[in-house]
């Protein structure tokens, strides 16, 4: 009997070793220059678009380096960032990042993160197993996959994939960087 995994879809984990100061201050910075364009956030939660910092680039870079596939690499991408600030009680309800507008990777950096400030949810995106009543005897799927974040965590994973952003239950704000890869040509 031959049996193999039909569908499965990868997100990519990297801990990096970034100047959080560093970097903190680049994203204060840039807040108090761009104006928040919220559009999943709720609750209080900010995004500031437009975002450009070579150090955080250079990491998203290496993280490119690996998730391509190989026979197909780009030759020319464009990397389109945002700083997200989720105080107290904010939250992200479920998107995706529209794969139709050229979108190929999403993904998000972790800066500041207190305990027990939310974790980023991954949907299944097969809808009838959502909804299966067999789901727990196909190998234990379910509905969603949660990833506890933690500072200099970078998750990377395919724009099409649903997610949100639970609540932040702490006292602090919780401070990431999101961001696009936009493939210009192979």
């Known amino acids: 009997m031959e049996t193999f ?10 801990i990096f070793q ?31 678009r437009r975002f450009n910092n070579k150090d955080f680039e250079d990491a998203v870079r ?23 600030r989720n105080p107290p009680g904010a939250l992200n309800t479920s998107h995706n990042h529209d ?11 972790y800066v500041d ?19 299966s009543n067999d789901r727990k005897y196909l190998h234990g799927a379910r509905k969603d996959f949660s990833i506890i974040p933690s500072e200099n965590l970078m998750v990377m994973f395919p724009s099409w994939l649903y997610h949100r952003v639970e609540a932040n ?10 961001f696009n890869i936009y493939k210009v040509r192979y």
């Not at 794969?99 to 950096?109: A, E, Q, T």
């Not at 239950?169 to 999101?178: A, E, H």
């Open 5 to 14: 995994q039909a569908f499965p879809t990868e997100i990519f984990l990297n």
């Open 18 to 48: 970034l100047d959080l100061e560093k970097l903190r201050g680049a994203c204060l910075e840039h807040i108090e220059q761009e104006e928040s364009q919220t559009r999943s956030g709720k609750e209080g939660s900010t995004q500031h």
């Open 62 to 84: 290496q993280m490119m380096d690996y998730v391509q596939v190989p026979d197909r690499p780009f030759k020319s991408y464009k990397i389109d960032a945002w700083v997200n």
């Open 99 to 109: 794969p139709f507008d050229g979108i190929y990777w999403s993904g998000v950096f």
């Open 113 to 131: 993160v207190p305990s027990n400030s939310g974790s980023i949810v991954f949907e299944d995106p097969r809808q009838n197993l959502v909804v």
């Open 169 to 178: 239950n702490s006292d602090l704000t919780r401070t990431s960087i999101s």
